[in-house]
């Protein structure tokens, strides 16, 4: 079998820079949050995906991206965008590769994320 490993980047300035504008409390406030929606977001997608719902995916793709770049998971972000892309063209083939490169860069982001998150508590 075929091993796909992608290696995820948390932009620690990305996040400095919350910390500095929000302080400590409100920093992880806007991080937890945001790694909730992420999982939620791409949870809805791949049922999305399942239930042929290209309007409904295609929304969640396109919310992952704000929100990436916001905590400053950048690859998750461009990944996001190119499932944006694969829906507007009709590719489904490139649509159903896409999506499971968003869903591995999307887990393997949140387990870094939390990791981190639970470094500076």
Do not use: F, P
Request: aromatic letters at 2%; a negative charge; hydrophobic letters at 45%.
């Amino acid at each position: 079998m075929l091993e796909q490993e992608e290696a995820v980047h948390l932009d620690s300035a990305r996040l400095r820079l919350l910390y500095d504008r929000l302080g400590k409390a409100g920093a992880e406030n806007v991080v937890c949050r945001a790694l909730e929606e992420l999982a939620l977001r791409l949870t809805h997608a791949e049922s999305c995906h399942r239930r042929d719902k290209r309007d409904d995916m295609r929304r969640s793709a396109h919310s992952l991206i704000a929100i990436s770049e916001q905590i400053g998971l950048h690859l998750l972000a461009r990944v996001a965008a190119d499932v944006t892309a694969c829906i507007d063209l009709e590719d489904r083939t490139a649509l159903a590769a896409t999506l499971a490169r968003l869903l591995r860069v999307g887990e393997r982001s949140l387990c870094e994320a939390w990791e981190l998150q639970d470094l500076s508590i």
